[in-house]
């Protein structure tokens, strides 16, 4: 997620810390809404609230609750919380940028999670969006095998994902998810296809460069312990190098 959304915030979106109701922005949506933090950070980074206000998160009383709450931070254009909900929230506002308000020059991106394709409202959407070209959305699929109780593919075997949304007539991208510059390529990519949707399966590890988070399901909502943290974050540096 942090691949993803450093692409879309720093190298792709139309967007102005200074003027977050800008009508010239592009509109993101945040699907998985449990992913809150990195949205913040990515926010944070971009202007949009000053950094030490991350301190807060989850705090009583704080702006930056688990889910993110439209009204409470500048840059947010929905409330998350309901999983499956974020691909139909983006479908309606590119409805409205295409045929309401004619502004082709706008996008509209909506970050989802792979477990929450489970929820039909999903499929729904995409049949929707299909049927009405909208090629302003452009969804990206966090796709790194993991949801809260295990591996998707047993929880609920998604299969040819690929081969799904195809099959609802979307323009379809598989990239690495941890490069930010396939990120970037692939949206920029995205967005020269007018005549339909498009989505963009990133593939991620989940918790890349923490050995000992690496593709375990259990860290989906475990905070570590300090020492862990401090270990976390050397892994991190280490892999910068």
């Known amino acids: 997620m942090a691949e993803i959304l450093a692409a879309l915030y720093f190298g792709v979106m139309k967007h102005d810390p ?16 449990h992913t809150a933090p990195v949205l913040y950070a990515t926010l944070a980074e971009a202007g949009y609230f000053d950094k030490a206000e991350l301190a807060t998160l989850r705090r009583f ?3 930056l609750q688990g889910h993110p709450e439209r009204t409470r931070l500048p840059g947010l254009e929905s409330t998350s919380g309901p999983l499956g ?29 792979d477990g929450e394709l489970d929820e039909g409202n999903v499929w729904e959407a995409a049949m929707f969006a299909a049927a ?16 809260i109780d295990g591996s998707t593919e047993d929880v609920m075997p998604l299969g040819d994902l690929a081969g799904k949304w195809r099959s609802f007539n979307w323009h379809v991208q598989e990239i690495n ?9 692939a ?27 690496e593709y375990d399901y259990r860290w989906h ?3 570590p312990d300090d020492a862990q943290a401090r270990l976390a974050i050397q892994q991190l540096q280490e892999g910068l190098e």
């Open 177 to 185: 998810g941890n490069s930010a510059a396939e990120v970037a390529s």
């Open 18 to 33: 200074r003027q977050p109701e800008w009508d010239g922005r592009d509109l993101f949506f945040l699907s998985n809404g």
């Open 132 to 147: 009405y070209g909208l090629g302003q959305l452009i969804a990206v699929i966090d796709r790194n095998y993991i949801q």
């Open 221 to 223: 909502g475990k905070v």
């Open 187 to 213: 949206a920029r990519l995205a967005q020269a296809v007018a005549d339909r949707p498009s989505v963009i399966i990133a593939h991620t590890v989940p918790g890349k460069g923490v050995d000992f988070i």
């Open 85 to 113: 909900c974020g691909l139909s929230q983006g479908a309606g506002y590119a409805y409205a940028l295409k045929y309401l308000d004619r502004n082709p020059r706008r996008f509209v991106y909506v970050v989802m999670g």
């Open 61 to 63: 009383g704080s702006r």
